[in-house]
């Protein structure tokens, strides 16, 4: 397994942009499909974006689709979340999550980050 910790959380106006980084260690990285989710108080963690192993393909929830761009840089074991016209609702905690093979729930990640936060105000 791959050790994940996520930066760049903070609070936001509503309308602005913020950029969550995922910094990953080890060397099976650019073997790990990757991706971020959220989680609200008192909701269950959901899912946000995901990119695959080449970071050729993208995937969106439909909240976020339009306004969040997932990327990925494998020569520097990296995976950003770039937030654009933050809404209230987007307020959570931000994780970063991976496995080998592409995850069809929350539950199949077989690896997280921490979890930082994200506070966006009227």
């Known amino acids: 397994q791959v050790q994940l910790v996520e930066s760049g959380g903070g609070l936001v106006q509503a309308g602005d942009s913020l950029r969550l980084s995922c910094a990953g260690s080890g060397r099976s990285f650019n073997s790990y499909f990757m991706g971020w989710f959220r989680q609200a108080p008192g909701l269950e963690r959901e899912f946000v974006a995901a990119?695959?192993?080449?970071?050729?393909?993208?995937y969106y929830a439909d909240s976020v689709k339009g306004r969040f761009i997932i990327s990925r840089d494998n020569d520097k074991n990296m995976v950003y979340l770039q937030m654009n016209n933050l809404k209230l609702e987007d307020t959570a905690v931000y994780y970063c999550g991976g496995s080998r093979d592409p995850f069809s729930s929350v539950a199949a990640v077989t690896s997280w980050g921490q979890g930082i936060q994200v506070t966006v105000s009227s």
């Open positions: 990119v695959s192993w080449n970071g050729v393909s993208t």
